[in-house]
């Protein structure tokens, strides 16, 4: 969000108990931080982390987290805009960013269309994704693991563009696995929208958090600081499917709990890329373009 506070999904923070309601004050975060592309801003240490008190690590539910940091000193200040309102979308841009050591790789950046064929398949695959569509995006995308080639992992975050603005839309959440195998098997990918808690993370903050949004009418803006996902009664999971989240990254295939019996699904993956220029502008324009803010 801005260069002292921004959200994580809060299936990435450390727990004292099963139901995560009690944060490991004991673990160390820091924040890396890109300025565009292979340029770093270096990294900071988080100073709180704050899960939404409504979050399920169940299903997965609410799964958002605010963390606040030093900001590096004061040695750079940036904005990076909440896409506020879903009708505003005239395209998707799925992103994975990564970094080896202090550097920064070049980010993957991959357009989507979505299709009432993924949303059936995704919707099958998932109950708190049938139940809140609204709330949630999905499909089956996939890129190549920095830490595994062979093994391809979801995208981290979901931007939306509208003309020549791009704001942040969504956020890595959990993905629903057919069978064992998270590395490219029969796998739905899903991602937390966050223009529903953008009232929770001000109410956190205490300051007003950038959001964009196309000056029209028909904006509504959702103010509720309480606002939850509806969670899925038990049993929360589909026979034949697993559901997994968290640092995806170090998931190996053989830690995957076995899902028996394996259910059918028969949709095919889609993929996709973007040439270096258009990468550029993108994560820049992330940055730098966005003019409209509350």
């Not at 896409?83 to 505003?88: H, M």
């Not at 995208?155 to 791009?166: F, L, T």
């Not at 996902?229 to 589909?238: A, F, H, L, N, R």
């Not at 998931?251 to 095919?268: M, R, S, Y």
Request: proline share 5%; glycine share 8%.
């Amino acid at each position: 969000m801005r260069n002292t506070y921004g959200f994580v999904a809060a299936s990435c923070l450390d727990y004292l108990d099963k139901d995560a309601k009690s944060v490991n004050q004991s673990t160390i975060y820091e924040v890396a931080i890109s300025g565009g592309n292979q340029v770093s801003y270096g990294t900071a240490m988080v100073s709180k982390v704050t899960p939404n008190p409504r979050y399920d690590p169940k299903t997965f539910a609410n799964n958002l987290a605010v963390v606040e940091f030093t900001g590096n000193g004061g040695r750079y200040e940036f904005v990076n805009y909440i896409a506020s309102w879903r009708p505003d979308w005239s395209s998707m841009y799925y992103v994975r960013r990564s970094m080896v050591s202090t550097m920064w790789n070049m980010p993957v950046v991959a357009p989507y269309t979505e299709s009432s064929e993924d949303l059936a398949g995704c919707a099958r695959a998932n109950r708190l994704f049938l139940q809140n569509q609204k709330d949630m995006m999905c499909n089956k995308m996939s890129t190549p693991s920095p830490l595994n080639s062979t093994c391809s992992v979801p995208y981290g975050s979901v931007y939306g563009v509208n003309g020549v603005n791009i704001a942040i839309a969504a956020l890595y959440s959990h993905s629903a696995i057919y069978g064992d195998n998270v590395c490219g098997g029969n796998v739905y990918n899903y991602y937390t929208v966050m223009e529903n808690y953008v009232h929770w993370a001000m109410s956190v903050l205490k300051t007003r958090v950038p959001v964009y949004h196309s000056r029209v009418a028909e904006y509504t803006e959702n103010m509720n600081p309480e606002y939850t996902m509806t969670i899925p009664g038990q049993p929360s999971d589909i026979d034949g499917v697993k559901v997994v989240g968290g640092d995806i990254y170090r998931i190996k295939t053989d830690e995957v709990p076995k899902a028996e019996p394996e259910a059918k699904e028969g949709e095919k993956e889609k993929k996709g890329g973007l040439s270096i220029p258009a990468i550029v502008a993108i994560v820049l324009g992330a940055l730098l373009v966005l003019g409209l803010a509350l």
